[in-house]
């Protein structure tokens, strides 16, 4: 019996998106849009120490593979012909870090992700060593001195990684973010792979001029990295190399981007001032300055959004990054157990419909924008014996769109235009509860795509519109008309700004917590043998207990 013929479908595009929590490859009809098959495969983390988070590179690798192969089973047996796929693209969870052998093609340290924290005493000596009257360290990188960023973690490792020290002496060390340590891995690695990165991840590391788009040596010799471990520079849309194995082998890799940056292309927005907001581990709100830099009064960061070919001029954003969004829902699954799986939040959150006075301040890792506070710890206060566990996962969901409104109001003063309407994304937006509630603290509509996986189309269009692949038009008359589902917000503007300055009074509270002892300097063995139950039970009463000792009933 003959084989059935396979659909005539394509060309086709596939995107890897590696993020904090998981890793997806998903494939896309280059001329329709549509998404045609995917797989995901869920990452662990790893907390060695209090304010430590690691992941391993080489399980990363992996589950790129495993997505990869799988996706092509699926649409193999949907009869869609995998020969049609053309290009690859990579959209890569930034700022992470990563330094491998280029002998044996071996991690020397696992990743350091973004969320880290065992770096605030390297960037507090760091600080002392800029002049009060010239920042040049954000003058020329649009970012403030912060644990989030690639920089400081290298830095860190330098000095206490004994194996990495030796193998940078030797020549052998190679540094990167996620993406650079996959694009050089798929490519060959030992054999040949190719060592780049983006101008977006690049304009994450603190390394990089996002006026000359170049590695800067003053900032370079500022952090004292070597520049000969850093990766090349190259557009987010061109071909980097091919992949030299697996079912793809032969396949380009020709589009790279940020998440973020990724989504602000997935999400079309390439004209300026349009926005996007995407709901991942953490919430991120880009606003597009088109090809200037706009630096920022209100605790945003200035950022490279895409440079679509070599011989294109870059884009620039306004970004607003909150580091604690899905990772509350996760925390709540994972740490605490009051739900089973992160959808059950939304029916939780949709029974009460109120946190009844009680709020979350998720700040697991300090603050991010636009406070940049990193002695805040996370909180929960308003706590009477009411409150239940569905008042507490209302007060999760709430604590997104809290923070998303900070960052809003802070761009609105920026950019001097007040956003009429928000594009939202992510896995996190088909929780509908979560949506009205963005619209009603935001008091504007919220507009949501019909397929959330935006951050893996932007991936895919960067790499289909490479030179050398063509298949794949960003041409404004070419681009598809997307129907968007819309949240208007349903509650009166005064109700809405009495939750919202309730909220930022709880956020003051949240500051101050780390004084005298950072993550790096504090012991976690002290208390690594009691359970959990004992921090939760003990946060709780210190919280009611704080209310009577200040007379509050």
């Given amino acids: ?222 952090f004292e990295i070597p520049m000969d471990i850093l990766p090349n520079v190259w557009s987010s849309s061109e071909i980097y190399g091919l992949m030299k194995a697996g079912t793809l082998e032969g396949v380009p890799i020709s589009g790279c981007l940020g998440d973020q940056s990724a989504a602000l292309v997935g999400q079309m927005c390439f004209q300026e001032g349009q926005a996007k907001n995407t709901y991942g581990t953490g919430c991120f709100l880009l606003c597009n300055t088109g090809h200037k830099c706009v630096f920022s009064e209100h605790g945003l960061l200035t950022t490279v959004a895409y440079q679509l070919g070599r011989d294109k001029p870059a884009c620039y954003a306004l970004e607003g990054s909150v580091a604690i969004a899905g990772a509350v829902i996760r925390w709540l699954r994972d740490n605490i157990g009051i739900i089973n799986t992160s959808e059950e939040i939304e029916v939780l959150a949709r029974d009460v419909g109120t946190s009844y006075g009680c709020y979350f301040v998720p700040a697991f890792s300090g603050l991010y924008a636009p406070y940049w506070e990193p002695t805040a710890r996370g909180i929960i206060c308003g706590l009477t014996q009411f409150i239940n566990k569905s008042h507490i996962a209302f007060a999760a969901l709430e604590s997104v769109c809290f923070q998303t409104r900070e960052i809003l109001d802070a761009m609105n003063h920026d950019c001097g235009i007040p956003l009429r309407h928000l594009q939202v994304d992510g896995k996190m937006t088909n929780n509908k509860v979560l949506m009205q509630l963005q619209a009603d603290i935001l008091h504007i509509p919220v507009i949501k795509p019909p397929m959330p996986e935006t951050t893996a189309l932007g991936a895919a269009m960067a790499a289909g519109a490479a030179e050398g692949v063509g298949v794949w038009s960003l041409k404004p008359e070419d681009l598809s008309v997307v129907i968007m589902e819309r949240f208007e917000p349903q509650i009166k503007a005064t109700e809405c700004e009495i939750r919202y300055s309730t909220w930022k009074k709880a956020v003051m509270k949240s500051m101050g917590w780390v004084t005298t002892q950072t993550p790096e300097s504090s012991d976690p063995t002290i208390f690594s043998s009691l359970p959990l139950g004992f921090f939760i039970v003990s946060s709780m009463v210190m919280l009611i207990g704080a209310r009577y000792i200040s007379g509050i009933p």
């Fill in 1 to 222: 019996m003959a084989a059935p013929k396979k659909a005539a479908v394509g060309p086709l595009v596939g995107a890897v998106v590696q993020g904090t929590n998981s890793t997806r490859f998903l494939v896309f009809n280059s001329k329709t849009a549509d998404l045609l098959g995917c797989h995901q495969v869920e990452l662990t983390q790893e907390f060695p120490k209090e304010g430590w988070v690691e992941q391993d590179p080489k399980e990363i690798l992996q589950s790129v593979y495993e997505c990869i192969e799988r996706t092509c089973e699926k649409l193999d047996k949907l009869n869609i012909d995998i020969s049609n796929i053309k290009a690859i693209g990579v959209s890569n969870q930034r700022e992470t870090t990563v330094i491998w052998d280029k002998l044996t093609g071996e991690p020397l340290y696992n990743a350091v992700v973004w969320l880290d924290l065992r770096t605030q005493s390297t960037v507090e000596n760091l600080r002392k060593k800029i002049p009060e009257n010239n920042n040049f360290v954000k003058s020329k990188t649009g970012l403030p001195l912060s644990t989030y960023f690639s920089a400081v973690k290298l830095r860190w490792i330098l000095d206490n990684v004994r194996n990495v020290q030796k193998a940078v002496e030797e020549g052998r060390a190679l540094f990167g973010t996620i993406d650079s340590w996959l694009i050089w891995s798929l490519t060959g690695g030992v054999y040949g792979g190719v060592h780049c990165t983006d101008v977006t991840n690049a304009s994450r590391t603190m390394l990089f001029n996002i006026h000359s788009l170049e590695w800067d040596k003053e900032l370079c010799d500022f």
